[in-house]
């Protein structure tokens, strides 16, 4: 675990390279969360969206920005270069476990995306747009396991898509599209009560909306307090069956490797 | 006991064929035609402890493959390897602890940190006590002169630096066997010099047991007492170093570069082999003579510009290596095309 720990710290640092990056990404997440507010606000003065007000969608959004940058599917890119390039030998000449090696570095990346990105953007959007209170303490814990959940489930997703590139084609098709997904069923724009009445159903039976959708309104109590513990089960659901395919994929993928060399 | 033993080892890589474009790889998935590469063919060797082994062949000869299938990554099609007693592939996590590998082409470093952060994380990934490391350290970063650039960034150091950074690395944990793939590959004369000596001393002072690949002759004769050499898969030859010199006379070639083109000139024990204006190029072979005695003599009569005596590359080695088996084959019929010449 220790060993594990390291590589968190050692990413960490790593990250720390690329500081002067800071800027850019809290001018990025400032206009990002600026122009949704803006269109927010248009949308409101027009239509009927429901029992909500700007203020709930202004935390909404920046709810959601500043996840996107903890969310770990970006680690697909490190898995397929290194499966495809063959560096996955170096990992495998040491004893430890890659999946685990990667889930520890990515978090490395999440933590300092946490204290150099998420917190200052944060206070940022706090001070010029003003941020609502969670909606109470249970809300706001329920909100904090959300986050853990978005970070196990994104990492798998990321994963997964590296594992199936490795055979099928290019991950950037496969991670494009990925992304792709996350952007309309996590409801990370748009809010998921605002989707016509059967593609909600569809994107509550997915697991994208875990990185977006869940958290945010775990936060400001939109989901009712006796629907939260359906809502994590179907998590924790969707944590093991992603679990189980990523594991299985993975044994296949090195077999195929110890077999054909990459 | 061997710490190393390959026997009756062949590996054939199946490569399914690939179609270009989207629509070629839609269909890549589902076709079954493939060609197969006899990478490594029946070959057998062992390995004693302390042993430092040079395993020689041109590329695309299976000298990766080989260490592949040593370090338990790569599983053989035929034939058995135990390394340390184990099956590699079955045994890799455990074995791994003993293991040092470095692939000369890639890197196990951090790029952005400095080099001091990439051993401290190997510290922990081996579970190396406090005393070992900083023993282990101070030695390596003495005889390889890491100090320098000790805590530069990994990216910013020359291939030469990181290459000594890397083989420091791989024996941190105190391995019983260090494995190096090309280590010395794309390496400054300097460079390579100080990683000869510097493996030399570890085989010699740690007793740790060496297989390292290479194309490079002078790697195994700086090193290896005992060189294995491969070609097009199987093992041409298994011996000491001497032996083969003696078994295929010593030859070695000398360009001399002329103030003025000489003419045609000719002095018996030097072949001309190739000739560009006033740069020359002798084959030699050594015969009670040495090659100064030669140039010395030459001099006397022309003026020189410049003399390099070069050692005969590895592919003139192997083609030499086959005109005497196809010599002896001719004498002897029915004989195994395999040399073994006398070991140490
Ligand atoms: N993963 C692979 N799939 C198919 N062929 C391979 C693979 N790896 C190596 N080969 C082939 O096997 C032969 C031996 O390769 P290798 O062991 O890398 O040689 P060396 O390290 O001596 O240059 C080469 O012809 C190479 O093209
Ligand atoms: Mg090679």
């Known amino acids: 675990m220790k060993t594990y720990l390291m590589f968190t710290a050692k990413a960490f640092s790593n990250q720390m390279a690329y500081r002067s990056e800071v800027w850019f990404r809290l001018l990025g997440n400032f206009v990002t969360i600026l122009i949704q507010v803006a269109i927010w606000k248009a949308v409101i003065g027009e239509v009927d969206v429901g029992q909500v007000s700007i203020e709930t969608m202004t935390t909404y959004s920046i709810l959601n920005t500043l996840l996107t940058a903890l969310l770990l599917n970006g680690i697909s890119g490190k898995v397929d270069s290194s499966l495809k390039s063959g560096s996955i030998s170096s990992e495998l000449v040491k004893p430890i476990s890659y999946p685990l090696y990667l889930l520890f570095e990515g978090l490395g990346g999440s933590v300092y995306q946490l204290v150099f990105t998420a917190v200052p953007s944060f206070l940022i959007a706090w001070l010029y747009f003003g941020i609502m209170p969670p909606a109470s303490p249970v809300f706001l814990a329920a909100y904090v396991t959300a986050l853990l959940m978005a970070l196990a489930i994104s990492f798998l997703l990321g994963y997964l898509v590296s594992l199936i590139a490795f055979w099928f084609m290019n991950h950037f098709a496969l991670s494009w599209m990925l992304g792709g997904l996350l952007t309309i069923f996590s409801g990370s724009f748009l809010p998921l009560w605002l989707f016509p009445p059967t593609w909600e159903g569809v994107a509550k039976l997915l697991p994208f909306q875990f990185l977006g959708y869940v958290p945010a309104s775990l936060y400001l109590g939109v989901i009712p307090a006796e629907s939260i513990l359906g809502v994590f089960i179907a998590g924790i659901i969707w944590i093991a069956i992603l679990l189980l395919i990523v594991q299985w994929l993975w044994k296949k993928a090195i077999s195929r490797l110890v077999i054909q060399g990459g | ?344």
């Open chain 2, 1 to 344: 006991m061997s710490i190393i033993s390959v026997s009756g080892v062949t590996k054939i890589y199946r490569q399914y064929r690939r179609f270009p474009g989207i629509i070629g790889s839609v269909r890549s998935l589902f076709t079954r035609q493939y060609s197969e590469e006899i990478a490594v063919k029946d070959i057998t060797f062992s390995i004693e402890k302390g042993e430092a082994v040079g395993y020689l062949g041109p590329n695309g000869a299976g000298k990766s493959t080989m260490i592949k299938m040593m370090t338990g990554i790569l599983l053989p099609s035929a034939g058995e390897v135990r390394v340390l007693n184990e099956i590699p592939h079955k045994a890799r996590k455990n074995n791994s602890q003993h293991l040092g590998v470095v692939f000369g082409q890639r890197s196990q470093l951090w790029w952005d940190l400095p080099v001091t952060d990439s051993f401290e994380l190997h510290k922990y990934i081996y579970k190396i006590s406090d005393e070992s490391y900083r023993k282990n350290l101070g030695f390596c970063t003495e005889l390889l002169s890491l100090s320098d650039f000790i805590n530069k960034p990994v990216r910013q150091l020359s291939l030469g630096q990181r290459m000594r950074v890397e083989i420091a690395m791989a024996l941190l944990h105190e391995p019983e066997i260090l494995f190096l793939d090309e280590p010395t590959i794309g390496l400054d004369v300097m460079a390579k010099d100080q990683i000869r000596q510097f493996l030399r001393a570890v085989n010699q002072e740690k007793k740790t047991t060496i297989l390292l690949t290479t194309h490079d002759m002078k790697d195994i004769e700086e090193i290896c007492p005992r060189m294995i050499i491969v070609n097009k898969g199987s093992l041409v030859y298994d011996g000491s170093v001497a032996a083969l010199r003696s078994k295929l006379g010593d030859e070695r070639r000398v360009v001399i570069e002329f103030a003025q083109d000489p003419g045609s000139i000719e002095i018996s024990g030097l072949t001309l082999i190739k000739e560009e204006g006033s740069r020359k190029t002798f084959l030699f072979t050594r015969n009670g003579t040495t090659v100064f005695d030669y140039v010395s003599r030459i001099a006397e009569k022309y003026p020189i510009e410049d003399v390099s005596i070069e050692d005969v590359d590895i592919e003139s080695i192997i083609r030499r290596l086959y005109k005497q088996l196809a010599a002896e084959d001719e004498e002897s019929q029915g004989r195994q095309p395999i040399l073994v010449g006398g070991a140490n």
